[in-house]
């Protein structure tokens, strides 16, 4: 069967997007023909083929060009009809729209079954967007989402009339295996806040920089801060920057930041804290993988109430949405030695049960055989 993988984002940038189709490829080429659609090139996964269609690494950056995006989309139609797939899988917005416009103008086979993950929170879309979805849905066979709290809403906009399935993401191969040699040092003498993700005004950085002023301020206990941070652009990296100086000036607080990162190094990152906090605003995540990241290296997980994270960390009183009840609830895990221990265990098991390299790879293998 061969089956294409069309992606927004190069593989080699940084996004849940791209570590999930990179996760998609590597474990299922050995059962399908893989081939890989996205702009830019050179992501180099053995024996899966990719097309060398523009420089550029984005297709939003294309979509300023208008004469190179309708290059770009008559090429992915070639490549298409070329191969001549029994499966499409799109795992993001422009993607999917190219491939539902072109089968709907019939200029692919419409017999190819058109699959899209859709990695946005419904929440978030205007009401242009939204209305595109529905017009393009005409065209897509089953429509995936990696949370139950973001399906329930896109089921209820297409008054359930779309096949659907939930495939929860994985932390993929790397952090399968917990190694002991890391375990944490349960004496609760020492707070190591760690958050994560990439820089853009919906993550909502400040709210990370409440946190450890008030945290500071309520606790004598020794205080370290790390992070890691995506930076897209020049002016993210410079706001990034300006964060880290913040930090930096807040008394008594061992600060280390990092800029774009690898996956390898991420994975060290996380062993290193012992409390991982997404800040995001409500409504906002629709999945939230950093967290599950942070579960399999045995840590407490915090959120706001931020949409499917809620979901994924599958613990009310691990919700918050201030300075303070973030710095309340922390304090009381590191007051309370057997509930920290047990949360610690408790998350590591949820990531085996639930957000596990097979769980996920499983569940792909099953769609595509029975679509």
């Not at 629709?286 to 967290?291: E, I, P, V």
Request: glycine letters at 4%.
């Amino acid at each position: 069967m061969k089956i294409i993988i069309m992606c927004d984002n190069n593989l080699g940038t940084v996004g849940g997007e791209q570590e999930s189709s990179k996760i998609i490829l590597e474990n299922l080429k050995e059962k399908f023909q893989m081939y890989l659609i996205q702009p830019g090139h050179g992501t180099k996964i053995d024996k899966v083929k990719e097309f060398d269609l523009t420089k550029e690494t984005r297709i939003k950056h294309l979509i300023k060009k208008p004469i190179l995006f309708l290059k770009y989309i008559l090429k992915v139609r070639k490549i298409i009809n070329n191969l001549s797939p029994e499966i499409i899988h799109t795992q993001a917005q422009v993607s999917f729209f190219i491939v539902s416009l072109l089968k709907r103008l019939k200029l692919i086979d419409k017999k190819v079954k058109i699959i899209h993950t859709e990695r946005g929170l419904y929440l978030k879309y205007n009401f242009f967007f939204k209305n595109l979805f529905k017009i393009m849905f005409g065209s897509l066979d089953l429509l995936v989402t990696t949370t139950e709290f973001n399906m329930k809403y896109w089921r209820k906009f297409t008054k359930n009339k779309l096949k659907y399935k939930i495939i929860e993401n994985t932390a993929g191969p790397l952090f399968e295996i917990y190694e002991q040699q890391f375990e944490k040092n349960k004496d609760n003498e020492k707070i190591v806040l760690g958050f994560a993700g990439r820089y853009c005004d919906w993550k909502n950085w400040p709210l990370a920089i409440e946190i450890i002023n008030d945290l500071r301020k309520k606790t004598n206990k020794e205080l370290e801060v790390v992070m890691a941070v995506g930076c897209l652009d020049e002016k993210s990296h410079k706001d990034t920057l300006l964060m880290f100086n913040k930090i930096k000036e807040i008394p008594n607080v061992k600060f280390s930041g990092e800029i774009n990162i690898n996956l390898k190094e991420m994975n060290i990152l996380f062993y290193r804290i012992n409390t991982f906090i997404l800040t995001s605003n409500p409504n906002t995540e629709s999945f939230g993988r950093t967290l599950v990241e942070a579960m399999s290296r045995k840590n407490i997980v915090l959120t706001t109430d931020s949409g499917g994270s809620v979901e994924v960390v599958d613990n009310p009183k691990n919700i918050a949405n201030n300075a303070q009840d973030f710095s309340e609830k922390i304090l009381y895990y590191f007051s309370e030695k057997e509930i920290f221990d047990s949360q610690l265990n408790q998350n590591l098991e949820i990531v085996k049960r639930k957000y596990s390299l097979n769980n996920n790879v499983d569940k792909h293998e099953y769609l595509y055989n029975h679509i």
